[in-house]
């Protein structure tokens, strides 16, 4: 008995049961309908816009005849007629080519000579991050002195979080006030505005306590001798603690960590996980003063074995030293600095700033 | 479809030169439309895959009539100094020379004949540390990767993905 073919299928793994032309069919129908949409819509716009008079009569609400309506539906419409010629367009560039060939084809479009980075800049080593950005700054003991990687807890979203709600309960209360002055009293929002109030003063305390955090911990700074890092080779690691604590542990590591990023559904989500750690100086009981800053030169080698820093579009490999500590009443800090780690036998250059 | 490489082991150290050899059997000539054969990377894991095709090489169906598939072919590359081959855990990165055999009624057949590029500095101390067995987690994963290639040695066919219908091995 014949199978009734069904309009949609399921994908297990990596094979996918059901017909793949009619998939391709499916979305090429549906997008050339998209785009004939589109024309009929600015069809209807243009013709009641500049031929109003040759136009059939009919129902009265058939066409729209203010000029919002107008431009909504030209807008939709033009719209409509982009989104499915670039999409059906670019759906059957796909049709017969193979991933190979379609980023091959990527990969020369990209190195055309007009939009081909200079022969210097082009890099030597695939895939590998350059890490000029990291050789920028020059060290007051050692060579480099390392940026720290942006924070993942900002202040500024509870400041944001903060000024907006407190902004919008205090035009809330002066309707209320004013409505009071004028006679027109406003129970449910002067309910309202107790609650509301709450919440904006739980969000200014948010930030007090996020900017208390920020500004309690002071910075750190980490200085190498030289930059990228190649395995086999050992460096001299400069690192300063400034600020007002006592902590209660300290730890400066070097670590390998695989980060990669995935869809889920909707979502985009990473995931790292850390392949490789080496400690490089723990201690206990540290003292930090603004007089003295804690300072500690450490020396670092990396192993022969260790894979190089890698970044593609959904995965990397990243190398970091980091810097933690914990203390109080101030919270644990955490700080990464980025490293890259070239192949065994890369040459190494020095920065000319 | 056999697909082999010019080293039976299949370990390769930045700027050698690969060469890799087909021959197509048991596929009549009218029936073949293209042939494409790419050297590149891709990755495996958790991630969504990123891939990279390093050398590619392709025929259209009138050169392979020309040229005729009874006899062995071979295209051969310059290996790039990187990405290294690495297996960790949620990442690996494998090398491959993967060959695509279009047929005329839409249908596709792929083989894939991976290999791993390795630094040689690695391989001698992949080596001892086989012996020792006290490596960090990073000399882990690459004795993971040489174990691997030594049972890879010869080619490991993946086969036939097609449009539409039912599938055929080669």
């Known amino acids: ?353 | 479809m056999n697909l082999t490489l010019c080293r039976e082991d299949g370990l390769y150290h930045p700027g050698e030169v690969l060469t890799a050899c087909w021959r197509i059997s048991r596929v009549p000539l009218e029936r073949v439309q293209g042939l494409e054969v790419s050297v590149m990377w891709y990755t495996e894991g958790k991630g969504d895959e990123d891939f990279h095709v390093h050398h590619f090489h392709r025929q259209g169906e009138n050169q392979i009539r020309r040229s005729g598939l009874s006899d062995a072919r071979s295209t051969h590359c310059k290996l790039p100094e990187t990405p290294l081959s690495y297996q960790g855990k949620l990442i690996s990165v494998r090398w491959c020379v993967r060959m695509r055999l279009f047929l005329t009624n839409g249908r596709e057949i792929v083989t894939e004949q991976p290999f791993y590029l390795i630094h040689p500095n690695l391989v001698s101390r992949t080596e001892i540390s086989a012996k020792n067995l006290t490596g960090s987690t990073v000399t882990k994963n690459h004795l993971s990767i040489q174990s691997e290639a030594e049972m890879n040695t010869r080619s490991r066919q993946r086969i036939t993905r097609q449009p539409s219908g039912p599938s055929s091995a080669t």
Not at chain 1, 189 to 217: C, D, E, K, Y
């Open chain 1, 1 to 353: 008995m014949p199978r009734i073919p069904t309009p949609w299928s399921k994908k297990r793994g990596e094979r996918s049961l059901g017909n793949a032309f009619a998939g391709v069919a499916g979305e090429a129908a549906f997008y050339a309908s998209l785009f004939l949409i589109g024309v009929f819509g600015l069809s209807l716009v243009l013709i009641n816009r500049f031929a109003p008079d040759r136009v059939p009569a009919g129902p009265a609400d058939a066409i729209p005849s203010n000029d919002l309506s107008v431009w909504v539906l030209g807008t939709l419409a033009v719209a409509a007629i982009m989104t499915g010629a670039i999409s059906l367009l670019f759906r059957l560039l796909q049709v017969g080519a193979s991933n190979e060939r379609r980023r091959v084809l990527a990969d020369r479009a990209g190195s055309i000579e007009m939009i081909r980075p200079p022969e210097e800049d082009s890099p030597k080593l695939p895939h590998v991050p350059r890490g000029s950005w990291l050789t920028d700054s020059p060290g007051e003991r050692l060579r480099y002195r390392l940026p720290v990687e942006a924070s993942e807890e900002s202040v500024f979203g509870p400041a944001t979080l903060a000024l907006l709600w407190n902004s919008a309960w205090f035009v809330l209360l002066a309707v209320a006030v004013s409505g009071y002055w004028n006679g027109q009293h406003r129970p449910i929002l002067t309910g309202l505005l107790i609650p509301f109030g709450a919440i904006g003063w739980w969000s200014f305390r948010f930030f007090l306590s996020q900017l208390r955090q920020r500004a309690g911990v002071g910075s750190t700074i980490v200085e190498i001798s030289n930059h990228p890092l190649i395995p086999g080779s050992t460096y001299q690691l400069y690192i300063s603690q400034i600020g007002r604590m006592q902590l209660k542990r300290l730890t400066v590591q070097m670590t390998c960590e695989e980060e990669t990023f995935y869809r889920q559904g909707t979502d985009v989500r990473v995931e790292r996980h850390e392949a490789f750690c080496q400690v490089l100086w723990k201690g206990r009981e540290v003292l930090v003063d603004p007089q003295g800053p804690w300072e500690q030169q450490l020396e670092l080698t990396i192993p022969l074995e260790a894979m190089h820093s890698f970044v593609g579009t959904h995965n990397a490999i990243e190398w970091k030293i980091v810097v933690k500590g914990t203390s109080k009443p101030w919270p644990s800090f955490c700080r990464s600095f980025r490293v890259v780690v070239h192949p065994p036998g890369s040459a190494q250059k020095a920065n000319p700033r």
